[in-house]
């Protein structure tokens, strides 16, 4: 039956797509159920007047694969709620988005891009249902914890030996500068990695010396931007691929490396911090080149082990060690399988993690 099933089934989701218009207050969302043949979908509810339904759908997917490969009891699910994250009104909405979820219980709401606990903590008083809380109502709060830069790091411990880097010493360039990217930063240096460019919106700071990572966290929250460090080049945004370094992260928007910057890059291994930061065609070229790219769903997966763990009722201290010895496995285990079988490591991944999902569906009455 199961063999049956896998070969009449031949894709994942979506299950639900659902499109919410709240006229009076003048926004719209969507939220993506993707699969929930592992478990009610988790994943973030994503803030930004651009946010499309296309993006959140396949933001969807990567959380079924993310989820699968880790081993979790969750399928994949994602919303986006199309207003300005520094709108006065935000709670306002988050509230007024939570009520239109209610009943969907097989999707829970975590932080992502444009919204943190707070929002988390505001959607859970509505509707009782969220994951990456505040502490003070029983929440790990992962942005804080940075479990998605601790899991970048852990993931570099492997896949620096098959990049043939030494990671202390190494020279990291890291895009975007919020949650996940000062985190990795963090951890990345507590390594003994040496960071030399960071970029935001507003431009790429660069220093070939290193740049000193607790003063940059102090200037890009004080002032808004990390171009405003002192010493070191301002350059534009986009200057950060073409970085001499041997790591690059990606941690900020969708689709930033693609056709036509993926030659620029000079960095032996990519650790996709973002989800779903470079095209299909980007990342062939990449693998054509020889740089090793860890695709999101296994580098950045630390997040969501977290918000699982919550869920769960489990600490701190045993997330974070799940988060380890989860995303080092991974990374170990696709490389293996794509050295093996010559693919490129996404494929192998998704080979692993679809898997996964196609023997629970078996289980499941909906197929
Ligand atoms: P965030 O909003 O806290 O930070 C995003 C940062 O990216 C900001 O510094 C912003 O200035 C910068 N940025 C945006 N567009 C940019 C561009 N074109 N060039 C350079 N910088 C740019 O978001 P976050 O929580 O850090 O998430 C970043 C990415 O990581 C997203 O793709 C998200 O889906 C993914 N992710 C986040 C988590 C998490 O735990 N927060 C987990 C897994 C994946």
């Known amino acids: ?15 639900k797509v659902i499109q919410l218009y709240f006229p009076v207050s003048g926004f719209h969302a969507m939220v993506v159920v993707d699969n929930t043949a592992l478990g009610p979908s988790i994943g973030g509810v994503r803030v930004s007047p ?27 699910g994602k919303a986006g709620i199309a207003i300005d994250p520094a709108s006065p009104d935000k709670e306002r909405f988050f509230r007024i988005f939570a009520r239109a979820i209610q009943t969907l219980t097989d999707y829970i709401p975590g932080p992502d891009m444009g919204s943190n606990e707070t929002c988390m903590a505001w959607i859970h008083d509505e509707i009782g249902r969220a994951v990456g809380l505040p502490e003070e ?35 990291v360039a890291i895009q975007g500068f919020g949650s996940v990217g000062k985190m990795a930063a963090r951890f990345m240096a507590d390594k003994g990695a040496v960071v030399i460019a960071v970029s935001d919106t507003k431009g790429t700071i660069s220093d070939p010396r290193g740049i000193d990572i607790p003063r940059l966290i102090e200037v890009k929250d004080s002032t808004g931007s990390v171009t405003n460090y002192k010493p070191g080049a301002v350059k534009d945004t986009g200057a950060l691929f073409s970085e001499r370094s041997d790591i690059l992260i990606p941690a900020a928007t969708p689709d930033v490396i ?10 032996k291994l990519i650790l996709q911090g973002a989800n779903i930061p470079a095209t299909v065609e980007a990342e062939a070229l990449l693998h054509k080149r020889g740089i090793l790219s860890i695709p999101d769903f296994i580098a950045n997966a630390g997040g969501v082990i977290m918000a699982a763990m919550e869920y769960a009722g489990n600490t701190e201290g045993e997330a974070f060690q799940a988060i380890s010895k989860r995303i080092k496995e991974n990374t170990q285990l696709i490389i293996e399988k794509s050295l093996r079988e010559h693919i490129p ?20 009455r909906i197929v």
């Open 1 to 15: 039956m199961n063999e049956n099933i896998k070969s009449n089934v031949s894709d994942l989701g979506p299950y």
């Open 50 to 76: 651009a946010v499309t339904l296309d993006e959140v759908k396949r933001l969807a997917r990567t959380m079924t694969l993310k989820n699968s490969i880790a081993g979790l009891p969750h399928g994949g």
């Open 137 to 171: 109502i029983g929440g790990l709060p992962l942005d804080k914890h940075g479990a998605t830069g601790f899991g970048l790091a852990e993931c570099a411990e492997v896949a620096c030996s098959y990049a043939g880097i030494a990671l202390s010493g190494s020279k």
């Open 258 to 267: 693609t056709t036509d910057n993926a030659d620029m890059v000079k960095a």
């Open 345 to 364: 490591p996404r494929q192998a991944a998704e080979h692993i993690a679809k898997d996964r999902v196609f023997s629970a569906m078996c289980y499941s």
